[in-house]
């Protein structure tokens, strides 16, 4: 492993950026390319040092591939780095997404009817319906995990509300440490926290609710919905897509079904986190508003997004070794991941009821299963072949 302090800054980032344009499909892929880049090629740090980051960020809500290497900037460079790292890592897919909160407008001015698109909902189906059978696999290892998984899909799929997911995964995880009879679960360990970046975690999640509380602003609900998502949602992207579109689609009605699964379906092609489609999301949210006001929407939505997990990761890193020794967190995990997989599955039943069971809808949906889990196609082709069924039939 090399000295972190002979490392030069540039290099580093310049690895960072190579992982952002090779990152595809999600945290559990993203976790492959850490691997060969940061850790065989370059050797930023160990094999162990990066399977305990994967175990941190699974105990923390937010994006945890983007933990793992803000965590990894962190530990090489320090707090300046780690933001350094978060920007080159998220941004080129995060302008990206904002270019496509746009896409509507473009369809319009050259003509093209949203209807060649009809085909991008049924194929981002087909991601979430690989994604909840990959993880179910992990998730559910016994009759208890089965429960809380089905627990977890029914009550999604009967409560529709925000609330609904922070609440199942509180459950998950309270459960599993009821049920483990285990004594000195919370046994003491000596701890020296940064606690400036818990402060400021805490600062903006109850500053971003008073200021929606008195003020009625679009933009403002926009980062306090997103930073609201960045806390809430444990397990990276696959988790938060149900939050997202069941406050901003069926809730608030900021876009319709259509254009949130035109977006997902674009995002599941790019490299990169796939908390950035939070920045075509909020960019259609205040398209109303003139091309300016859009891209404020979202960018104020993307950094929203991102900015819990970075202070969230900057607070519990420098702690990491002695909280390891904490046996109630690993505990917790357990039942908090079988929820979280419950979440997922029923994510795939919602949206594919809203795209339609029509028999087109389904042949597109399964095309894309087999194609995921035979592994021959690269997932940007899925993507571009499901974009150009729809202009050619």
């Given amino acids: 492993m090399k000295n972190t302090g002979s490392i030069k800054w540039s290099s580093f980032l310049k690895d960072v950026f190579i992982c952002s344009l090779s990152a595809f499909v999600g945290p559990e892929a993203h976790v492959g390319v850490f691997l060969d880049q940061l850790v065989t090629k370059k050797k930023y740090l160990s094999e162990k040092e990066l399977i305990e980051l994967v175990a941190l960020s699974s105990m923390l809500p937010g994006p ?27 941004l080129p897919v995060l302008v990206f997404m904002t270019a496509l909160s746009f896409l509507n407008q473009l369809l319009d001015t050259f003509n093209i009817s949203v209807d060649n698109l009809r085909f991008i909902g049924p194929m981002a189906v087909g991601f979430i319906v690989v994604a909840a059978y990959k ?58 926290p940064p606690w400036v970046y818990l402060a400021l975690f805490i600062c903006f999640a109850v500053g971003g609710i008073f200021v929606v509380t008195v003020w009625d602003e679009l933009i403002a609900h926009l980062f306090e919905g997103f930073y609201r998502f960045g806390y809430l949602v444990f397990g990276g992207g696959q988790v938060v897509v149900p939050m997202m579109y069941s406050e901003l689609v069926e809730i608030r009605q900021y876009l319709t079904s259509q254009e949130f699964l035109t977006g997902y379906g674009f995002v599941q092609g790019l ?123």
């Fill in 64 to 90: 945890s591939s983007t933990q793992i290497i803000v965590a990894t900037g962190y530990k090489t460079g320090g707090p300046l780095l780690g933001l350094l790292t978060l920007l080159v890592w998220a």
């Fill in 135 to 192: 993880i179910g696999r992990k998730v559910v290892t016994g009759r208890f995990t089965l429960l809380l998984f089905l627990f977890s899909a029914t009550t999604t799929y009967l409560i529709r509300a925000p609330w609904v997911f922070p609440v199942i995964l509180l459950i998950g995880g309270g459960t599993s440490v009821f049920l483990s009879r285990q004594k000195n679960l919370w046994n003491r360990v000596k701890l020296d």
């Fill in 271 to 393: 490299p990169g986190p796939m908390f950035s489609f939070s920045a075509y999301v909020g960019g259609l949210a205040a398209a109303s508003g003139g091309p300016v006001y859009q891209i404020i929407g979202a960018l104020v939505s993307g950094i929203g997004i991102f900015l819990p997990g970075m202070f969230l990761i900057y607070f519990v890193y420098p702690i990491w070794e002695g909280l390891k020794q904490i046996r109630g967190i690993g505990i917790s995990l357990k039942g908090i991941n079988a929820a979280a997989g419950g979440l997922i599955s029923i994510a795939a039943f919602i949206l594919m009821q809203q795209s339609g069971f029509s028999l087109e809808n389904i042949i597109v949906t399964a095309l894309t299963i087999i194609l995921l889990t035979a592994g021959v196609i690269p997932t940007p082709l899925i993507v571009l072949l499901a974009l150009g069924a729809g202009f050619i039939f």
